[in-house]
């Protein structure tokens, strides 16, 4: 399916006020996760200033023991601290990363403002090596900036 087409779809989801809001977070990574065929685990984290810590709201995929990530620690803690896209396209490459099962082999984490302020992040794993494009960034910058209208 196209970014386009999953655009339309996770608009429609993100729009429909009937559900509570963790549960179309839940849609959409269950919809990117079944649409896009190298997003084999798909999260959203946010982050607990005082605590200085990553908390999983949302998943579709293979249950992961990772559902708290202090900041600085893995892929997705250094993006709560960078602020910055995070695009791996070979875990085994990286140094301060957090192993989630032998399958994956590529990650990507984007970050989620809200008034400009980094409160969490989209974290995707894919089990190809080097899946991730411009093009998947830019889609997940857009999805984060939807969902950042529902918080």
């Not at 559900?19 to 269950?30: A, F, G, I, S």
């Not at 990286?94 to 032998?102: E, G, L």
């Not at 995707?124 to 999805?143: A, G, K, T, Y």
Request: aromatic share 10%; with cysteine.
């Amino acid at each position: 399916m196209s970014f386009t087409h999953l655009k339309q779809k996770v608009t429609t989801i993100l729009a429909d006020e009937s559900e509570n809001t963790d549960q179309r977070l839940k849609e959409v990574c269950e919809l990117l996760q079944s649409s896009i065929g190298y997003y084999d685990w798909v999260g959203f984290y946010f982050a607990n200033e005082v605590e200085k810590t990553l908390h999983l709201k949302a998943f579709a995929g293979e249950p992961t023991d990772h559902t708290v990530i202090p900041f600085g620690k893995g892929i997705c803690g250094q993006v709560a601290v960078s602020n910055q896209n995070f695009v791996v396209p070979d875990v085994k490459a990286q140094d301060n990363y957090i192993a989630c099962s032998i399958t994956v082999k590529s990650e990507i984490v984007i970050p989620l403002f809200k008034n400009g302020k980094n409160i969490g992040q989209i974290d995707i794993d894919s089990h190809m090596e080097d899946p991730f494009s411009e093009e998947d960034e830019r889609f997940l910058e857009w999805v984060n900036e939807e969902v950042a209208n529902i918080l």
